[in-house]
């Protein structure tokens, strides 16, 4: 296989759980994915996040998952062949990134799986090259106000995420960009309901991710209302209408949670993330299946429904 000139490295690495999926590691999981997730390695990511391992060089690891390198080459056969519905490239911001993100998602387009890309903002020029080998792209809003990306994204201005997810739906249109939101970083329900509500009416879904720090995450209840509050503001709800709901008028939600659509991984279709935002063993905050009825119920009394 000849390597484009633009990828300085013959590896990527791969999710733990990606890897034993395609058989290039031994171990299992729980849950099983449903997309491969891969990484360009890098030294230290300039982005400098405060909840992100990768500002302090340690690409080995992303949402408290290992990602070991293995050589492109072992790993195109297994991708084609693989019944995983997707790819996702995840960048850190390291020099020549632009470069790398267009010629791997090219030489991954040769799997036949559609391509998703997560990385730090990319040009005008970059997106139009992009445009016909990637069917998605995610952008990490991450904190849901202004004060909270200046204090956690330090080497970025507050709203260059913002312009870059502008940019990405002018270009790839407005089915095809995703913004992500880590709930727990600092911000309340309204205020996260509010920057959801932003993303959503200029044409993104909207996937939250749950801050995880060493000791525990966002309180469970909390996250589930973010949950609700972003499935319904993609059904057309006002932030004002549901934050009513949410906090004045709970009872209102028993039939939209026995839906349970919006208690699974959001985001690109064929995606589940099994462990990006749940320790093995605990109660996932995203689902990466169907859930069971037990598990319905568990929300519901998380919710003080029951």
């Known amino acids: 296989m000849d390597l484009p000139k633009e990828v300085e490295t013959t590896n990527l690495r791969l999710s733990a759980g990606t890897a034993m999926y395609l058989n290039l590691m031994n171990g299992g999981a729980l849950e099983v994915p449903t997309t491969a997730y891969l990484m360009i ?38 991708l084609t062949e693989s019944d995983l519905q997707r790819i996702c490239l995840q960048c850190p911001d390291v020099p020549g990134y632009e470069e790398s993100i267009v010629a791997t998602a090219t030489l991954l387009s040769e799997t036949g799986k559609p391509i998703s890309i997560s990385a730090p903002p990319l040009s005008e020029e970059t997106l139009v090259k992009l445009d016909g080998i990637i069917d ?16 956690v994204k330090r080497n970025y201005d507050p709203q ?8 990405a739906i002018s270009h790839l249109g407005p089915n095809r960009v995703t913004a992500h939101f880590i709930v727990g970083l600092g911000e309340n329900l309204p205020q ?22 060493k000791e525990n995450g966002p309180d469970i209840r909390y996250y589930r209302q973010a949950q609700i509050a972003s499935h319904l503001l993609k059904k057309g709800r006002s932030p004002s209408d549901i934050l009513e709901m949410l906090l004045d008028h709970p009872e209102e939600l028993v039939d939209i949670i026995a839906e349970g659509e919006m208690f699974r991984t959001q985001g690109c279709p064929g995606c589940n993330r099994p462990y990006y935002t749940t320790r093995p063993g605990q109660e996932h905050r995203n689902y990466p299946r169907a859930l069971k009825k037990v598990e319905l119920d568990k929300i519901k009394e998380d919710l003080s429904l029951v």
């Open 41 to 78: 390695p890098g030294d230290v990511c300039r982005g400098r996040c405060t909840f992100c391992p990768q500002a302090r060089g340690d690409s080995r690891w992303l949402s408290r998952v290992s990602w070991p390198e293995f050589d492109i080459e072992d790993m195109i056969g297994p």
């Open 136 to 151: 998605r792209i995610g952008i990490g809003i991450d904190g849901a106000t202004d004060d909270i990306r200046a204090s």
């Open 160 to 167: 260059v995420f913002w312009d870059y997810l502008g940019r």
């Open 192 to 213: 996260l309901t509010l920057g959801a509500y932003r993303a959503v009416n200029a044409g993104a879904d909207v996937s939250l991710f749950s801050y995880m720090s």
